[in-house]
């Protein structure tokens, strides 16, 4: 069946560090991909998205690049912020279904 | 534009209490509707879809049902709490297997 595994957390970093968040699937088909972004307290949002291999999705500096040799989707961003600072889901949507299959997510502190 | 609105926002029962949580979403028809729980510190689990009116798919066996008695309404309800349904629940829309998923803020529930 299809899955999503990310890394886990959480990750501390320092301001202006560079992010790396881990994301591989497992999927039959040509999934879409995506990474979402849930702040304390709220529901989820829509960070960026990609539809099909090679693609790079970006978003607020954050980029991720579908990777279907690799089946991965990991998420990157050059320099943090403290205002960053979530809970990050990677997530898969497949032709098969219609449901969007998400990660365990991955808590990020920014630290100033 | 299309919003999603689930209420309420926080809730605290106690066990063996009913249960009926709604969602519903403003501008768009016939969308596919879901319903997650996050519980502390975990990912989201999905709970039922829907992709139509009285169209039902539970995901996971357990305490709770779910019924789309309009096109943008879908509630989540139990006869019976029980203090393991305590958590984060999500209501979300999307208007394609493939696309992204729009969440709505979420309520907590605290069973005790």
């Known amino acids: 069946g299809n899955s999503v595994t990310q890394m886990e957390g959480p990750v501390t970093l320092s301001e202006e560090a560079f992010l790396t968040i881990n994301c591989t699937y497992t999927a039959t088909g040509y999934p879409s991909l995506f990474w979402y972004v849930q702040y304390p307290g709220e529901g989820l949002q829509l960070l960026l998205k990609a539809t099909k291999a090679d693609d790079k999705g970006s978003n607020k500096g954050f980029e991720a690049t579908y990777r279907k040799e690799t089946t991965s989707f990991h998420l990157e961003k050059g320099s943090v912020q403290v205002s960053d600072s979530a809970v990050y889901f990677c997530a898969l949507s497949n032709t098969g279904g219609f449901k969007t299959i998400f990660g365990a997510g991955t808590r990020l502190f920014v630290k100033a | 534009s299309q919003t999603i609105h689930q209420w309420p926002a926080t809730l605290v029962q106690p066990v063996g209490s009913p249960l009926s949580l709604e969602c519903t979403v403003e501008?768009?028809?016939?969308?596919?509707l879901y319903w997650y729980r996050q519980a502390a510190g975990r990912g989201l689990q999905l709970l039922f879809y829907?992709?139509?009116?009285?169209?039902i798919s539970s995901e996971v066996p357990q305490n709770l049902s779910a019924s789309r008695p309009q096109d943008r309404q879908f509630i989540l309800s139990s006869k019976k709490l029980l203090l393991s349904d305590s958590g984060f629940y999500l209501c979300?829309?999307?208007?394609?297997?493939?696309?992204?998923?729009?969440f709505g803020q979420g309520t907590r529930l605290t069973v005790v």
């Open positions: 979300a829309w999307s208007p394609d297997r493939e696309a992204e998923a729009f």
């Open positions: 829907s992709v139509g009116i009285g169209q």
């Open positions: 501008g768009t028809s016939n969308p596919n």
